[in-house]
């Protein structure tokens, strides 16, 4: 059990947190900066502002997530059709269920609060989730490469023989 822990959080794990801290910063000002203005303006529900607000953070986060975890925290050099697809459909998987779960969770736990609070509140869980699903879908579904090319550690010194 420990093993496949450390296999999932290793040096990967801490390179897709740095690209996660300069990703949220972008993304989040977009949110938080959106639900405003829109909240300001008052031409949608508040429905609409939460999932507007949400959505435009991950379309464009989801753009410079794409090309900073390709190339720096998954190291992969080529760019497919077949790789940009799984990629979106991580994102959208993982985008529905983290604030599909995360909005009715906020209701629920904070149903004295306001309905305005309780929007604010239901992002950042959403975005908790996010990266929690997001990470696991890319690493192993979105840019997961060939292992088998790697030899397996203590492997070169048993070959020598």
Known sequence: MKNKLLKIFDKTFLKFIVVGIINTLFGTAI?????YILEQLQWFSYDINYWTSSALNYLCGSILS??????YTFEVKETSKESIIRFAINISVCYFLAYGVAKPL????????GERLQGYIALVI???LFVLLNYVGQR???????EAIEPEKGMEEKNEI
């Open 31 to 35: 949110m938080f900066s959106s639900f």
């Open 66 to 71: 794409y090309f900073l975890n390709k190339k």
């Open 106 to 113: 906020a209701l629920y736990l904070f149903q004295g609060a």
């Open 126 to 128: 959403g975005m908790g």
């Open 140 to 146: 192993f579904w979105a840019f997961k490469q060939d």
